[in-house]
Structures are given as structure tokens and as C-alpha cells.
């Protein structure tokens, strides 16, 4: 009886873990179109300001508060660090270096999750979580190595990039703690808003882009907006406060396998055998960093103390 709630709490968390990997994979595409006509800047201004928009409506219906005072330095760090910064610089670093390169790098921020947050929150480091990152990474390795061109790549491009990585992770682990405080949909609707700020001095660009930009690449922005932003930062929230830092992270592995699919679909891309390889390898490793050993699986659906007490 009591491992029901347990494990429903687990598929939710499992379930809004993989909106998240499929809508972040489908903004790439989205990314690589609204990019073309889009400068960095007023990409991710204008991507914020949809998903503060939409988020703040969501709030307004369901009557959400301010978050408490305790949540705010978490919301403050993850919002100028992973929506703000890392918006602006990853998308800056796409137009230096080639997709490959580009995901390779960025792929990167996992580890640094793991570590960061073996560091600070004290996650636990177990052997299949280390195991799969390894394979995830490898797999992640060849996918940006298949799909690398020649002279695609700048130093530039590979700092924004790496830049980005880092940004990444110290807003997940930021964001962590404030989940403790606020619910799910405050951490990201504040975030948001902290990252559309700091991308304000941006607005000018926004403007002039706008202007000139064709409806798909506008369209494109609102999409990343609404889906990419609001929708899937909010779902990662929710299974991130459910979870460890360190294994959310290890589920973004799945996205490079992601992309490669919906390039294929959706831009006529079609991948070689050494990127399906790779594709292959960033999700097996993933399955392997979320599975639990059977004895960690009967010690999650044991009754804790607290839960014997209320049922008594």
C-alpha cells in the first residue's frame, strides 16, 4: 500500500523528466531556424519574455504567491546564470562552431552537475549513475564528432559554448535548494522573469529583428517561448524536486539522440551509422544512470518512519 504512492511518484517525475528531454531536443531545430534571422541577444529576450508571459498567466490562474524568501537566492543564481546567461551565450556560440561541436561541449554540464552537486548538496555519486554519464558521454562524444564539418569550429565558438555548460550547471544545482521552498512553477515563472532583466539591455535588437524577421522565424521564437521555456523548464522543476541534481542531469544525455531524430524528420538530415551509434549510446546511458539496483528499489518502497507513525 505504501509503495504505490512511492512509485506513482516516481513515473510522474520519469514522465515530466521526458517532456522536458523532447521539447529541449526539438528546440535545436527551433534554434537553428529562429537563429538565422535572430541575433543571440534578442533570441533569448524575446524567448523569455513569451515564457514570462505565458508563466505569469499560469500563476495568475492558479493563484500562486510570491515564492518565500528562503527560495529567492536559488531562483536569483539559476536565473542569471541558466536562463539568462547560458540563453545568450549558447545561443551566440551555435553561430560560431557547427551542431557537433556545439553539443559536444555543451554536453559537458552534466559532469559538472554531478560534481557540483556531490559538492554542495551532497548527492550521492552511485556506480550505475557514474556508469552511465560515462557511456552517455561517449555516446555524446560521437554524435559531435559524426557530425562536425570541417572548419565549422571556432576558439570563440567553443568558449560561448563552454561558457554555456557552465552556466547550465550552476543554475541546476542553484535551482535545487529553491525547490525546497517554492513550488515547481514558481522557481521556473521567477527565473524566467530574472533572466528576461538581465537580457532587457537586449530590447533594442528584439525590435529591429522583429521588424525585419520572416513569420517562421518569429513563429519559431514563440515556440521556444512557450514549449522549449515555459513548458519544459517547468516539468524539469517538478522532476527535479523530486530527484537529485545529479540524475536529472544525467537524463539530458538523451537529447543529442533526440536532435539527430528530429533533424532527420524534420529537416530531411539524414544521420550516418556512427551518429546513430552515438544517438544509441547517449540513451543507453541514460537508462543505465536512472535504474536503481533491486535492493535500492525495496529500500524506496519501504515505509519510512514518519509514514509508519501517520498510518498507526
Not at 14 to 24: C, K, P, Q, S
Not at 49 to 71: D, M, Y
Not at 88 to 104: F, I, K
Not at 283 to 296: D, F, K, N, P
Request: hydrophobic share 55%; glycine share 12%; charged share 10%.
Amino acid at each position: 500500500m505504501n509503495a504505490s504512492p512511492a512509485r506513482r511518484t516516481d513515473l510522474l517525475a520519469t514522465g515530466a523528466a521526458t517532456v522536458t528531454v523532447v521539447l529541449w531536443a526539438s528546440a535545436f531545430v527551433s534554434i537553428r531556424s529562429a537563429g538565422a534571422e535572430y541575433s543571440p541577444g534578442a533570441l533569448a529576450l524575446g524567448r523569455l519574455l513569451v515564457g514570462a508571459v505565458v508563466l505569469g498567466l499560469i500563476c495568475l490562474v492558479r493563484r500562486e504567491g510570491l515564492p518565500p524568501r528562503a527560495a529567492w537566492p536559488g531562483i536569483a543564481i539559476s536565473g542569471l546564470l541558466w536562463f539568462g546567461f547560458y540563453s545568450v551565450v549558447l545561443n551566440w556560440g551555435e553561430q560560431q562552431v557547427d551542431a557537433g561541436t556545439a553539443a559536444l561541449v555543451v554536453n559537458i554540464g552534466p559532469i559538472l552537475i554531478a560534481l557540483l552537486g556531490a559538492r554542495l548538496l551532497g548527492d550521492p555519486m552511485p556506480p550505475r549513475l557514474l556508469a552511465g554519464m560515462a557511456v552517455s558521454f561517449a555516446g555524446a562524444v560521437t554524435v559531435g564528432l559524426s557530425m562536425s564539418g570541417e572548419g565549422g569550429s571556432s576558439v570563440l565558438g567553443v568558449v560561448l559554448c563552454l561558457l554555456a555548460a557552465v552556466g547550465y550547471a550552476g543554475g541546476v544545482v542553484a535551482q535545487k535548494p529553491a525547490l525546497g521552498h517554492a513550488s515547481p512553477l514558481q522557481v521556473t515563472t521567477y527565473g524566467c522573469l530574472v533572466g528576461a532583466v538581465l537580457c532587457l539591455p537586449f530590447g533594442g535588437q528584439l525590435i529591429d529583428d522583429a521588424a525585419d524577421a520572416s513569420l517562421s522565424a518569429t513563429l519559431n521564437l514563440v515556440y521556444l517561448g512557450v514549449f522549449s521555456l515555459a513548458l519544459a523548464f517547468t516539468t524539469w522543476a517538478y522532476a527535479l524536486a523530486r530527484t537529485t541534481a545529479s540524475r536529472m542531469g544525467a537524463t539530458t544525455y538523451a537529447v543529442p539522440a533526440l536532435v539527430v531524430l528530429m533533424s532527420w524528420l524534420a529537416l530531411g538530415e539524414v544521420p550516418g551509422l556512427l551518429t546513430l551509434a552515438g544517438g544509441a549510446l547517449c540513451l543507453a546511458g541514460v537508462a543505465v544512470s536512472r535504474s536503481r539496483t533491486r535492493s535500492a528499489r525495496v529500500v524506496a518502497a519501504a515505509p519510512q518512519p514518519e509514514q509508519t507513525r501517520e498510518s498507526a
